[in-house]
């Protein structure tokens, strides 16, 4: 899918703030709400809108930990790492990685889960735990300004 100008526009500001509405939206883009009703819904079906979120602070709403949890799987057991962690709750996401480990869990858990997590996570494989102790950047929007046109 080609960008132009104004999908760039569309993308960044809606990164800012996702709850704009469409009349507010055209306005600074300079385009009817017809119109940008359909390039946002046009974005959406090529799927590069993924969805609309709020960005919240798990810390503050009481999980005291956050950490990296690197797993080294036993290929045999992938599978069943997979839907463990489709079903836990804890992980907010699972990346799989090239280096020494296979995948990286993102996680946010109490201190009083963390020792059961890890010990049902070690019978998939190797486990590395890395907890997050300052936020030094923390930036969810990448500009889109230098997407190619």
């Known amino acids: ?8 526009k569309i993308i960044s500001i809606l990164q800012k703030d996702g709850r704009i509405t469409m009349k ?10 017809p119109s940008t009703i359909d390039r946002v819904r046009r974005l959406e079906e090529a799927g590069v809108i993924k969805g609309y979120a709020a960005v919240v602070d798990y810390i503050a709403l009481g999980y005291d930990m956050h950490i990296y949890i690197f797993v080294e799987v036993n290929q045999n057991k992938r599978p069943g790492l997979l839907e463990y ?8 996401g699972a990346h799989g990685v090239a280096g020494s480990k296979d995948m990286v869990l993102d996680v946010y858990c109490r201190t009083s889960e963390f020792n059961k997590l890890v010990d049902e996570l070690r019978s998939f494989g190797e486990t590395e735990s890395n907890m997050i102790m300052e936020f030094i950047k923390e930036e969810p929007i990448i500009p889109v300004d230098s997407l190619s046109k």
């Open 24 to 33: 507010h939206l055209g306005e600074l883009i300079n385009m009817s709400t």
């Open 85 to 92: 962690i489709a079903k836990n709750k804890l992980i907010a």
């Open 1 to 8: 899918m080609q960008f132009d100008l104004t999908d760039r």
